[in-house]
Nanobody
Framework: QFQLVESGGGQVQPGGSLRLSCATSGFSLDDYAIAWFRQAPGKERERVSCISSINSRVYYADSVKGRFAVSRVDVKNTAYLQMDHLKPEDTAVYYC????????????????WGQGTLVTVSS
């Protein structure tokens, strides 16, 4: 059974950092594009970052560019989202998602989703 499991969420003060992890279960991360999405209460889901399967090309939403960094370690079947200089508006449930996508780009749609992890940025 294909599964993604996120971890690393929590509460942090503005300006702080968190690192989210996304581990696969039942499949190898190779050849899969990985994206991070978030959804805040009352708002639409937003894709914040994506990393391609080939060359680990990365993409970021303007709202997080320069503060977040996505990475992947395929031998560990794990992707990461390093979040620095966090702001209250970053508060949301963060999801990782995957899709079999061999290339240096990222797809528009994703097939497998994790259960989400809550990030709260508050003083």
């Amino acid at each position: 059974q294909f599964q993604l499991v996120e971890s690393g969420g929590g509460q942090v003060q503005p300006g702080g950092s968190l690192r989210l992890s996304c581990a696969t279960s039942g499949f190898s991360l190779d050849d899969y594009a990985i994206a991070w999405f978030r959804q805040a209460p009352g708002k639409e889901r937003e894709r914040v970052s994506c990393i391609s399967s080939i060359n680990s090309r990365v993409y970021y939403a303007d709202s997080v560019k320069g503060r977040f960094a996505v990475s992947r370690v395929d031998v560990k079947n794990t992707a990461y989202l390093q979040m620095d200089h966090l702001k209250p508006e970053d508060t949301a449930v963060y999801y990782c998602a995957s899709r079999l996508w061999y290339g240096s780009s990222c797809p528009d749609d994703f097939e497998t989703w994790g259960q989400g992890t809550l990030v709260t940025v508050s003083s």
